[in-house]
């Protein structure tokens, strides 16, 4: 590793693997693991950005990195073997799976947008990994047999999302909290749109649903935030990584981004996690843990945030979020569904196929449609996003055509 340790925190050495380096979170993990000589790179995986992945190799000297796409993976083989770099390259959605279980990784960071990252996470999972879940979706998809899994081989899995890392440090560590905690308060800032009129938000543009007030993230999450889809998919992430009934778990809007969300125990006292709107710093928590170790976040200075504003969300204006509380409470099937039909339909606004407006028309189209038995493994799971993804098609041709 080229950088040197600004820190000697005891923590025991790791070899990570991250899963979606080159994203946001990739990024971020990245800087943060540059800042401590405890940590080795075991692999980094992309999907097509090969020149990232390139310079990550360099810095990083991984022993492996994987691209998804085979052109891209040739083009970065092809510039490592020019270079003094011995990392090796391998190609294809199934190398994914065999670097996150691989027998020298200790750590994996799942950090893939979207449904891609459920085999490569599972595989980390079912190797007994130290897994750090950035990404949601595979939670959100797999729901009892993810966190069943986690049971079965030993996994330990630390949350990333800001939220539930918070919640997760605000939880009494080791105790069955179910009959001290009376409720999960799962803040949000309320994204871009917030202010506006639901006319004005159904005619959002992409680059107004990219512009997060807060946080700089991803293009899909960035779209989840503006449609409260986010909120959403993190009422059902919470609901499974702390095993809490929906109707215990209350989501708040937050425009600061200062406190992460909060936890409320039966005695009135409600415990906040505070700190800036970066990443680092739950990934540091997550890398640590048990420990502290330096993210590179600065100092919150509490005076200068002087205010902080809570108020409801706007269900009107954002239904997607109702959709998904009400998969929450309706089988990991309904979840799997929406999870499916909110990629598609993102991926068509993005494109400027559909209005934003029209992206929720859309989930609500599925939803009102699909049919589906409740998945019993991780094959009947993909069958059902397979299935959502084909409807949500259908149902977009259909909002195009009028
Ligand atoms: N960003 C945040 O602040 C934040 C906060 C909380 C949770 N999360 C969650 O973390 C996850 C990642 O978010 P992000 O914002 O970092 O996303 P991002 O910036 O879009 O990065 C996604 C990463 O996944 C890779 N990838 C994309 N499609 C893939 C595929 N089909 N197969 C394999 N790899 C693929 C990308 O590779 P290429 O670069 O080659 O496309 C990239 O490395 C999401 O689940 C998100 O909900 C993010």
Not at 85 to 93: F, P, R
Not at 344 to 370: H, P, R, W, Y
């Amino acid at each position: 590793m080229k950088n040197m340790s600004i820190d000697n925190t005891n923590i025991p050495s790791q070899s990570i693997v991250v899963l979606g380096s080159t994203g946001s979170i990739g990024v971020n993990t990245l800087d943060v693991v540059s800042r401590h000589h405890q940590f080795s790179v075991f692999a980094l995986t992309a999907n097509n950005n090969h020149e990232l992945l390139f310079e990550q190799c360099q810095q990083f000297n991984p022993v492996y990195a994987v691209m998804v796409d085979e052109s891209a993976a040739k083009a970065l083989k092809e510039k490592l073997l020019a270079s003094s770099c011995s990392t090796q390259v391998l190609s294809g959605k199934s190398a994914l799976a065999e670097v996150a279980g691989a027998s020298e990784v200790d750590t994996v960071m799942a950090a893939i947008v979207g449904a891609a990252g459920l085999q490569p996470t599972m595989s980390a999972v079912k190797s007994g990994k130290k897994v750090l879940l950035a990404n949601k979706e595979s939670l959100v998809m797999a729901g009892r047999l993810f966190m069943d899994a986690v049971a079965a081989f030993g996994a330990q899995l630390l949350p990333i999302d800001s939220e539930h890392n918070a919640i997760f440090q605000c939880l009494p560590a080791g105790e069955n909290y179910s009959n001290s905690v009376s409720k999960i308060l799962l803040t949000g800032s309320g994204g871009p749109l917030r202010n506006l009129s639901l006319e004005d938000i159904r005619q959002a543009t992409p680059e107004q649903a990219c512009r997060h007030p807060n946080w700089s993230m991803g293009r899909k999450i960035s779209v989840d935030s503006a449609s409260l889809m986010n909120k959403g998919l993190e009422f059902i992430e919470a609901k499974w990584l702390f095993d809490v009934p929906p109707n215990r778990i209350e989501v708040v809007i937050h425009p600061q981004s200062i406190i992460h969300s909060m936890v409320e125990y039966i005695d009135g006292s409600i415990l906040a996690q505070l700190g800036h709107p970066d990443m680092r710093t739950p990934i540091a928590h997550g890398l640590a843990y048990p420990a502290r170790i330096a993210s590179g976040v600065s100092s919150l200075d509490i005076v200068a945030a002087a205010r902080l504003d809570f108020e409801a969300p706007k269900r009107d204006h954002f239904p997607a979020l109702d959709l998904a509380i009400h998969a929450a409470g309706s089988g990991i099937g309904a979840a799997t569904v929406l999870n499916a039909a909110n990629e598609v339909a993102v991926d068509a606004f993005l494109n400027e196929k559909i209005s934003f407006g029209q992206m929720t028309d859309t989930l609500q189209g599925v939803m009102d449609c699909a049919q589906w038995q409740e998945p019993v493994d991780l094959e009947s799971v993909i069958e059902i996003d397979t299935y959502s993804r084909h409807l949500s098609g259908d149902i977009i041709a259909k909002i195009v055509a009028n």
